[in-house]
C-alpha cells in the first residue's frame, strides 16, 4: 500500500504569511494527488485537484504543485478565512485505495 | 446544487449492525463513482469503501474489509453501506462523498454521527 506523509502536522503563521504544506508519497503517484480543507465543524472541501489544478470557486492564493512522490501545497498570502486542517489525498490505481495524509492544522499567530 | 444527506446514524453496542444511507440529489447519481470516507473525533480523514457506478465493482479498506459493505440504489438516487460486528474503534462521523471520476473527491455530506459503545 502507498503511505501518504504530511508535514508539518500544524503550523502557525501571521495574516499575510505564506504558507507550505509538503506531501511525500511512498511510491510515485504520478499527479493523482488532491488537497482539501476542513473548517472546524465542517465537511472538508476540495481545493486542488491532480495535484495543481484550482477547483472552481477557490481563491487564486491557493496552489499546488509536484509530481511523482513529493507534493506542495501554498498558501500565498494567508487570510484569517483559511484557518483549517489541510489533508493531502492520492489515488492508487493499482490497489484501488485512496489514502489521505495525516493533515496540517494551521492557526493563526 | 449537488446534495448529499446521510442518515442512519446512531448509538450501537459493540458487535451490532447498522446501515447507513445517503440520499444524493442536484445531479445525475448512476454517472458517479461513490465513496464513503469516516472521521473518528478529533482524528483524521480515512476513506473506507468505493462503488462504481453500476454496483457491480466494490473497493473496502482492510480496516472495514468482511464487516462493511457498500451498495447504491440507483432507481432511489442512494448509497448505502451496511455496517457488521461494530467495534468501538468504528465511532466516527461517516460522510457520503461523491468521486469526480478521476478519483478525487468533490462534493461531501455533512456527516452522520456512529457511536459505538456498551
Known amino acids: 500500500d502507498i503511505q501518504m506523509t504530511q508535514s508539518p502536522s500544524s503550523v502557525s503563521a501571521s495574516v499575510g504569511d505564506r504558507v507550505t504544506i509538503t506531501c511525500q508519497a511512498s511510491?510515485?503517484?504520478?499527479?493523482?494527488l488532491n488537497w482539501y480543507q476542513q473548517k472546524p465543524g465542517k465537511a472538508p472541501k476540495l481545493l486542488i485537484y491532480d495535484a495543481s489544478n484550482l477547483e472552481t470557486g477557490v481563491p487564486l492564493r491557493f496552489s499546488g504543485s509536484g509530481s511523482g512522490t513529493d507534493f506542495t501545497f501554498t498558501i500565498s498570502s494567508l487570510q484569517p478565512e483559511d484557518i483549517a486542517t489541510y489533508y493531502c489525498q492520492q489515488y492508487d490505481p493499482l490497489s484501488y485505495m485512496y489514502t489521505f495524509g495525516q493533515g496540517t492544522k494551521l492557526e493563526i499567530k | 446544487q449537488v446534495q448529499l444527506v446521510e442518515s442512519g446514524g446512531g448509538l450501537v453496542k459493540p458487535g451490532g449492525s447498522l446501515r447507513l444511507s445517503c440520499a444524493a440529489s442536484?445531479?445525475?447519481?448512476?454517472?458517479?463513482?461513490m465513496t464513503w470516507v469516516r472521521q473518528a473525533p478529533g482524528k483524521g480523514l480515512e476513506w473506507l469503501s468505493y462503488?462504481?457506478?453500476?454496483?457491480?465493482?466494490?473497493y473496502h479498506a482492510d480496516s472495514v474489509k468482511g464487516r462493511f459493505t457498500v451498495s447504491r440504489d440507483n432507481a432511489k438516487n442512494s448509497l448505502y453501506l451496511h455496517m457488521n460486528s461494530l467495534r468501538v474503534e468504528d465511532t466516527a462521523l461517516y460522510y457520503c462523498v461523491r468521486d469526480s471520476g478521476s478519483y478525487f473527491l468533490d462534493y461531501w455530506g455533512q456527516g452522520t454521527l456512529v457511536t459505538v459503545s456498551s
Open positions: 462503488i462504481s457506478t453500476s454496483g457491480s465493482t466494490k
Open positions: 442536484g445531479f445525475t447519481f448512476s454517472d458517479y463513482y
Open positions: 511510491q510515485d503517484i504520478n499527479n493523482y
